[in-house]
């Protein structure tokens, strides 16, 4: 069974593997939607029970919104704000509340868009129950310095940062302040946008890694991430129905030591 992640005083529980919605959902058309509505609802089936989306994304918080119909009780949404108007954040905030059915469990300012002007509106909507987590994101390292800056305001809860065995940096200050501050942690890029699954090392040198459950590189690349016990959820995208339980499974024990991370961060740098 796939572990579940409580972080901080927010009292939120997420699962270890989500799934991300970029490019994977920005589809229009009743073929690809209900091609895309299958991967959700396979997701779901084996356990994953948080989405990421973004405004950002082109048609995937609609599509998602479309996924999840009646079911949409037993699944977390993190979605964003995204835009330098504080008008239209507006705009994008209340399209998602009405997709959602009232509710977005993780709401976070994408990239750090203008977030002065976008986070005290996330806090007024935490305040009245409509939103769980107020988050942050970017995926850039030169913004980590402004990243570390808007954690300490200690008027968020939870943080998004690229994170895998090929890119580590946040392992320097970021990972570290998150756990002082008792922040969760969403990692996105845990494939590196797919460059490092397309880098598969040979079967026998993944033969070391069966006894922790571990099947595919995809799946050794993920539970990498998830034994760094300060990560609480990795959002891997995939277009594809056969992927989705092979993703769900990396996010169950056992947790590789740090011996067996390094092992696997060696074959990510080959």
Same mark, same amino acid.
């Given at each position: ?10 009292g939120?529980v997420?699962p270890?593997?989500?799934?991300g919605t ?5 589809v229009?058309?009743e073929?690809d ?10 997701a779901m089936e ?7 989306t973004?405004?950002m994304?082109?048609e995937s918080?609609?599509v998602l919104a ?5 079911r ?8 964003k704000?995204w ?5 239209e954040g507006?705009e ?6 009405a997709?959602y059915?009232?509710r977005v ?6 990239n750090l *868009? ?5 986070l005290p509106?996330l ?5 009245a129950g409509s ?10 390292h ?5 990243l570390?800056? *808007?954690?300490?305001?200690?008027r ?7 994170y ?7 392992e320097?200050?970021i990972?570290?302040l998150?756990?002082?501050l008792? !922040?969760?942690?969403?990692?996105m890029?845990?494939?590196?946008s797919?460059?490092?699954v397309?880098?598969a090392?040979p079967?026998?040198?993944l033969a ?6 571990v ?7 993920l ?5 760094d ?11 594809? !129905?056969e992927?989705v ?11 590789f030591d740090?011996?067996?991370?390094e092992?696997?961060a060696r074959?990510?740098?080959?």
């Amino acid at each position: 069974m796939m572990e579940q992640r409580a972080f901080g005083a927010s009292g939120l529980v997420v699962p270890a593997v989500g799934m991300g919605t970029w490019q994977s959902l920005d589809v229009h058309g009743e073929r690809d939607e209900a091609d895309r509505h299958a991967v959700v609802h396979a997701a779901m089936e084996a356990g994953t029970t948080l989405f990421d989306t973004s405004p950002m994304y082109g048609e995937s918080e609609r599509v998602l919104a479309g996924a999840l119909g009646g079911r949409r009780e037993g699944v977390l949404v993190a979605d964003k704000v995204w835009t330098p108007s504080a008008a239209e954040g507006r705009e994008q905030v209340r399209r998602a509340l009405a997709w959602y059915g009232g509710r977005v469990d993780i709401y976070q300012i994408h990239n750090l *868009v203008v977030w002065r002007e976008h986070l005290p509106m996330l806090e007024e909507l935490r305040a009245a129950g409509s939103v769980a987590v107020v988050g942050a994101t970017h995926y850039a390292h030169s913004a980590f310095d402004a990243l570390m800056e *808007v954690m300490r305001t200690g008027r968020i809860q939870m943080i998004q940062v690229p994170y895998n065995a090929a890119d580590r940096l946040v392992e320097c200050e970021i990972l570290p302040l998150a756990q002082d501050l008792g !922040l969760g942690v969403l990692v996105m890029e845990p494939l590196g946008s797919g460059a490092l699954v397309r880098r598969a090392p040979p079967a026998r040198d993944l033969a070391p890694l069966a006894e922790f459950g571990v099947t595919t590189w995809a799946q050794a690349l993920l539970k990498w991430i998830l034994s760094d016990p300060r990560v609480h959820c990795v959002i891997p995208a995939t277009r594809r !129905l056969e992927r989705v339980a092979e993703n769900a499974a990396a996010g169950t024990p056992p947790w590789f030591d740090a011996d067996t991370r390094e092992y696997v961060a060696r074959l990510a740098s080959r």
